[in-house]
């Protein structure tokens, strides 16, 4: 094992994953980032490939990343004080340990017939989700537009434990060309619209989600091929005003997969 135990934070290599782990140009530039956790190192492997480095703090690991530790006893191993360590971590991280990757970069098929698009996401939980749960239901391929956060950040690759890995994942695109260009149904969620349930899915399928708070812009939506609402029970307070973006994903693309099988 290719083994260093670095302690000051003037380090070179400690600089650069600290950049990494807080910046998302340099995540780009760079064409790395740093997964936390055994099941998303594993999942990288199954998918990608070995990492670059692996990154342990001082003191015991658990049991997983022990064994994890061994498996890849002939990559480049640093270690690092607690502290230090845990500048890195999105949370602090159960398992204890860290690897710095390449960011895979996944083809994108041509003319996919199921497509998640999404609009000003802001937080990289929330988009991890999404994410992952694109990544459940089938979909071909995401795009992201230029002000969503970013996919390969910790906390979004936390939150997608592993969909980043297995889906085309499009960042600052445009999606107003992209609704142009898509040769199918694209809907665009909204608070006024016809009933995702009215719609027949099993053609080529296109679905655009917008920011967590203020929703899709207006330009948008009038740029898909028509606006649609996931209806909603009433109660004695009144109508709920709306679903959150992982909600009406969820709904949108599992309704899909129901109508093709």
């Known amino acids: 094992m290719s083994f260093k135990h670095i302690v000051s934070r003037d380090n070179p290599v400690f600089k650069h994953l600290k950049k990494l782990a807080d910046n998302a140009r340099e995540r780009r530039s760079e064409g790395q980032t740093l997964l ?11 998918a990608i490939g070995e990492p670059i480095m692996v990154i342990i703090p001082e003191g015991q690991s658990s049991v997983e990343a022990t064994g994890l530790i061994q498996a890849l006893e002939h990559v480049s191993t640093m270690m690092l004080p607690t502290l230090m360590f845990a500048e890195l971590t999105p949370v602090a991280s159960a398992t204890g340990i860290l690897a710095l990757v390449k960011i895979p970069q996944i ?14 996401i802001q937080d990289p939980g929330n988009l991890g989700s999404l994410l992952r749960t694109a990544a459940a239901s089938g979909v071909a391929v995401v795009y992201l537009s230029s002000s969503c956060t970013d996919a390969w950040s910790p906390k979004s690759l936390r939150g997608g434990q592993g969909a980043q890995f297995v889906l085309p994942v499009v960042a600052r695109a445009d999606l107003i060309a992209e609704l142009a260009n898509f040769n199918g149904h694209s809907y665009a969620t909204a608070m006024v619209g016809e009933s995702l349930y009215a719609q027949d899915l099993t053609q080529a399928t296109a679905f655009v989600i917008g920011n967590e708070g203020a929703g899709l812009r207006q330009k948008t939506i009038t740029a898909a091929t028509k606006s649609i609402t996931i209806p909603m029970a009433k109660s004695k307070l009144g109508a709920v005003e709306s679903l959150n973006a992982g909600a009406a994903a969820a709904v949108c693309l599992f309704e899909r997969k129901r109508q093709t099988g």
């Open 36 to 46: 936390d956790g055994v099941h998303l190192i594993e999942a990288y492997m199954t």
């Open 107 to 120: 083809s994108v098929p041509e003319n996919p017939n199921f497509v998640l698009m999404l609009e000003d």
